[in-house]
T-cell receptor
């Protein structure tokens, strides 16, 4: 049982380049999330998907797009990377009900030069 | 102003002592609160969740919620060096998709 798997673990981009971060979960969760984490800023929500076929903006969506490909997969795309997008990115999925809990992937360290 | 506030620390506590971590929130509608632990270079993992006023205990961890004063705390009894990590407080509406995280408190347990 792998949980939440995200790739790649590290990536260096030049300003203006594009890339897609991949995320997959095998826990049959409806909800999936993309967060970024910056020093002193905590975790900030970029986009989320409450169910297959739906996506919504979070706190910091500018410069990003997402796709909920199916129930398992939720990808994050940077169309034209900027240095301000240098961050650690976490994908997460969530259980519902009374014992709600976020399960995080291992993170992607992205540097934009 | 961030909706969930934490003292960034660092907080240093001797081994075996009680570590006390605090968090305040501004949205009175928040109903669900969580404490996540994050080791350096790793992803966050859930330690405790709390929804009702009062205390909730799980092993060495106790979460406390006071909705009237809008604060949440986490107590770690018999602190161990393995408790050294950053602790993230998060809050939101029950069942709501959006959780708001604090910036985290870095805790160091001194052997």
């Amino acid at each position: 049982n792998a949980g939440v798997t995200q790739t790649p673990k590290f990536q260096v981009l030049k300003t203006g380049q594009s890339m897609t971060l991949q995320c997959a979960q095998d826990m049959n969760h409806n909800s999936m999330y993309w967060y970024r984490q910056d020093p002193g800023m905590g975790l900030r929500l970029i986009y989320y998907s409450a169910s297959e076929g739906t996506t919504d903006k979070g706190e910091v969506p500018n410069g990003y797009n997402v796709s909920r490909l199916n129930k398992r997969e939720f990808s994050l795309r940077l169309e034209s990377a900027a240095p301000s997008q240098t961050s650690v990115y976490f994908c997460a999925s969530r259980t519902g009900g009374e014992n709600e809990k976020l399960f995080f992937g291992s993170g992607t360290q992205l540097s934009v030069l | 102003q961030k909706e969930v506030e934490q003292n960034s620390g660092p907080l240093s506590v001797p081994e075996g002592a009680i570590a006390s971590l605090n968090c305040t929130y501004s949205d009175r509608g928040s109903q669900s609160f969580f404490w996540y632990r994050q080791y350096s270079g790793k992803s966050p993992e859930l330690i405790m969740s709390i929804y009702s006023n009062g205390d909730k205990e799980d092993g060495r961890f106790t979460a406390q919620l006071n909705k009237a004063s809008q604060y949440v705390s986490l107590l770690i009894r018999d602190s161990q060096p393995s408790d050294s990590a950053t602790y993230l407080c998060a809050g939101g509406l029950f069942g709501n998709e959006k959780l708001t995280f604090g910036t985290g408190t870095r805790l160091t347990i001194i052997p």
